[in-house]
């Protein structure tokens, strides 16, 4: 099994107040042999919004730790394309289907593996 995770799914997994029972049951289910695809953003997203939680008071730090702990070990690929023939795809994408370019970088990604979100 191979698939593009975005940020969203991620934190549904460790943020109390995201819970969701379909992102619980998604890392339940994940096979050993399991690659979860990530643009590069993602870590700066996951990053971004771990932080925040803490600084809200709706993680503690204990917690935040355990989280990237969690990251740490899963089968995380991080694709790690850059440049200005990346922005134009994202801009185009973004374009074409109203996404913010973030957003439009999960949909290139799964595009040029031919995976599903």
């Given amino acids: ?3 593009v995770i975005d940020c969203s799914l991620a934190l ?3 943020l109390p107040d995201e819970e969701s029972g379909r992102a619980e049951r998604f890392l339940e289910r994940l096979p050993p042999e ?3 695809r990530v643009p590069g953003l993602w870590w700066y997203e996951l990053s971004n919004a771990l932080i925040m ?3 809200r008071k709706r ?3 204990v917690d935040r730790r355990r989280a990237l702990d969690l990251f740490k070990n899963l089968p995380i690929e991080t694709d790690l394309n850059i440049g200005a023939e990346l ?3 994202l801009q185009g994408l973004a374009h074409r289907y109203t996404l913010s370019a ?3 970088a999960y949909l290139d990604l799964a595009q040029r593996l031919d995976l599903g979100l």
């Fill in 1 to 3: 099994m191979e698939c």
């Fill in 12 to 14: 549904a997994w460790v």
């Fill in 34 to 36: 399991a690659v979860l």
């Fill in 87 to 89: 922005s134009g795809r």
């Fill in 53 to 55: 939680a803490q600084r």
């Fill in 102 to 104: 973030y957003d439009a």
């Fill in 59 to 61: 993680l503690a730090d």
